[in-house]
């Protein structure tokens, strides 16, 4: 790559796994050309300063517990106090992802929260919706074996999908079909399903007796609860518990190439499990012993992953959108952008349903690009364009460009931007309400 094809790699590698990033940064990380760049977005070692001065909210579950069990006035007051610390919790994480120093991290993490889909609708609690990020951000570089099951007896995974109320006596299919279908198999490909209907009834018995410990906040097994006898999983016959479930589950082999391409399609353009580049990605996962790491590292510097095609291929989701500015011009986030968020339809810890949130064509509509340039318009107010400014009008249009790592903008943008080229906040709000931009 020539520096100006290595720059216009990095800055699509940091939109993707970063949210983005100020061209200062871009110029960074170019120096050294696209794989230098990638080793250095994947560097986990220093720490991350930046996202941890982000305040951690207050939590008093006990008191919103208790409040729940009382008159009408004290169950009201336990309403409004849950929603300050749902509303408190969701400021914090989309602070943290628009001040990270080693934003990857929070983007994979975000990542899994989509993957293993959880909302606080149900939940309730945004201490148990805290619990359940900080397990899957401690986890989303390490095996899928051990994220998966980590999340099995996770408190907001037991009330989201009813795991709390499964016993001997009367399994609950809830969680073992989606544990099977979205989490770690998929529906297959060429009409071959990985599992069956005995598969889900058997793991649903493995998954029996758990209860969350309202004290600890945690998940336990209770012996008593638990269905202890001889189970059928995906041909291997044993008395299965959890583990076993989330071990014969991770080891099948429609299991890589499921999450493999659940998180290409995500980070990089859609592919289902047959495209060359899963399976490509795929063997590595299974070589590494399903290594998030490896597998994350390896979908950077695949090929395909910086094609022309692929740079254009997603739409940007609604936080990638309005952290994605935020990094790119360095301007704070407010709890106003969490309402912005509610309009255009994502917000952290409230996915819509357990498939998590749709993607690209779903975020677009004329209600969406009028909230967006809204947003848009918010945030190029509110930055320093001293830089833009202090060039002639003519020269604006490129210099914008530059600033968002696009390549080019077609006539009708450009002619959009010429127009306004007098108008810095006017023209910057417009070019990140562009195509370009949102498709990038």
Request: hydrophobic share 45%; net charge negative; with cysteine.
């Amino acid at each position: 790559m020539d520096a100006m094809e290595t720059r216009s790699a990095v800055t699509h590698l940091l939109r993707r796994t970063s949210f983005g990033a100020h061209p200062d940064t871009v110029d960074l990380l170019s120096v050294d050309g696209y794989e230098a760049a990638v080793a250095a977005v994947c560097d986990r070692t220093p720490p991350d300063d930046a996202a941890d001065a982000v305040a951690v909210p207050t939590f008093d579950t006990a008191a919103i517990l208790e409040g729940r069990r009382g008159d009408p006035e004290a169950r009201r007051q336990a309403g409004r106090q849950a929603a300050a610390e749902v509303l408190a919790l969701t400021s914090w994480w989309l602070r943290r992802m628009a001040t990270s120093e080693r934003p990857l991290r929070e983007r994979l993490t975000f990542h899994w929260h989509d993957h293993f889909a959880t909302s606080v609708d149900k939940v309730k609690l945004a201490e148990v919706m805290f619990n359940q990020r900080t397990t899957v951000y401690e986890r989303a570089f390490g095996t899928f074996e051990l994220l998966a099951g980590a999340l099995v007896g996770d408190p907001a995974m037991l009330v989201w999908l009813d795991g709390n109320e499964s016993t001997r006596q009367k399994p609950n299919e809830n969680f073992a079909r989606e544990f099977l279908e979205l989490f770690t198999l998929g529906l297959g490909h060429h009409g071959e399903q990985p599992f069956t209907e005995p598969d889900v009834l058997e793991a649903a018995r493995a998954f029996t007796g758990w209860r969350i410990d309202r004290a600890a906040l945690a998940g336990r097994v209770l012996p008593r609860r638990h269905d202890d006898g001889t189970k059928t999983v995906l041909g291997q016959t044993g008395p299965w518990a959890s583990a076993d479930v989330v071990r014969l589950a991770t080891g099948h082999p429609a299991c890589a190439p499921h999450v493999v391409s659940r998180l290409y399609s995500r980070f990089a353009r859609p592919a289902g499990p047959t495209d060359p580049v899963v399976v490509d990605l795929a063997a590595t996962f299974v070589a590494s012993g399903l290594d998030i790491d490896t597998l994350v590292r390896s979908m950077l510097l695949h090929p395909d992953f910086v094609a022309p095609a692929t740079r254009t291929a997603l739409v940007k989701s609604p936080v990638d959108y309005v952290v994605g500015i935020a990094r790119t011009l360095r301007v704070p986030l407010e709890d106003a952008h969490v309402a912005a968020l509610v309009r255009l339809g994502q917000v952290p810890f409230a996915p819509p349903d357990v498939a998590g949130w749709p993607s690209n064509e779903a975020w677009l509509s004329t209600a969406s690009a009028l909230e967006r340039l809204d947003v848009a318009t918010g945030f190029a107010a509110r930055a320093d364009l001293a830089s833009i400014e202090a060039l002639d009008a003519g020269e604006r249009p490129a210099a914008l460009a530059r600033w968002l790592g696009i390549d080019a903008w077609s006539a009708t943008t450009a002619a959009a931007l010429a127009a306004a080229a007098g108008e810095p906040v006017t023209a910057m709000a417009i070019a990140l309400s562009s195509p370009e931009f949102i498709l990038a």
